[in-house]
């Protein structure tokens, strides 16, 4: 059974980096497909960063130069999203989520329970 697991949230300054992780055990694949999303209160959620089996990477335009999603290279069932120069904008639940067709993206996500992120002035 697949099971998706985030951590490393927490509050920054306007500026600052946080680099989130997210486990995704029980697959059978090396690599998967597999997306950070974010919601922040009041508003739906949104795609930020995603990444696909073969290792093509994709990015919110509110998001392009600053985040950067990877796959570690030792322990494969461990996805990053590194995010720099963070803003006030980007505080909200982080997600992430692993497409059920892994290694193929469909759009079916298993989603972990999330990860706050807060940036403050």
């Known amino acids: 059974q697949v099971q998706v697991v985030e951590s490393g949230g927490g509050s920054v300054q306007v500026g600052g980096s946080l680099r989130l992780s997210c486990e995704i055990s029980g697959y059978t694949y090396e690599r998967a497909c597999m997306r950070w999303f974010r919601q922040a209160q009041g508003k739906s959620r949104e795609m930020v960063a995603g990444?696909?089996?073969?290792?093509?990477?994709?990015y919110a335009d509110s998001v392009k130069g600053r985040f950067t999603i990877s796959q570690d290279s030792e322990k494969t069932t461990l996805y990053y999203l590194q995010m720099n120069s963070l803003k006030f904008e980007d505080t909200a639940m982080y997600y992430c989520?692993?497409?059920?067709?892994?290694?193929?993206?469909?759009?079916?996500?298993?989603w972990g329970h999330g990860t706050q992120v807060t940036v403050s002035t």
């Open positions: 989520a692993y497409d059920r067709s892994s290694p193929f993206c469909s759009g079916d996500y298993l």
């Open positions: 990444i696909a089996a073969g290792g093509a990477t994709t």
